[in-house]
């Protein structure tokens, strides 16, 4: 799950349309990985903070490239 929006990131780039990329759902998907880190943080667990790190970390840029090709 962490790395798959990169798949949707190089259809994006093929294509050179975001239209059909939801934001509004990635932007939900991105505070459910912001809110397993912070309880990774308040655990300590590296377990739950990293992989979920990453996920955030390509659930950004995904954005990031869908509301740039949107402009």
Do not use: C, K
């Not at 991105?30 to 390509?58: D, K, R, T």
């Amino acid at each position: 799950m962490a790395v798959s929006p990169f798949l949707q990131m190089r259809r994006m780039l093929q294509t050179r349309s975001s239209a059909d990329v939801s934001i509004a759902y990635l932007s939900v998907l991105e505070g459910g990985f912001a809110l397993w880190v912070a309880y990774g943080v308040s655990l300590g667990n590296w377990a739950l903070i990293v992989p979920n790190s990453v996920a955030f970390s390509v659930g950004l840029a995904t954005i990031v490239v869908a509301v740039r090709l949107r402009r």
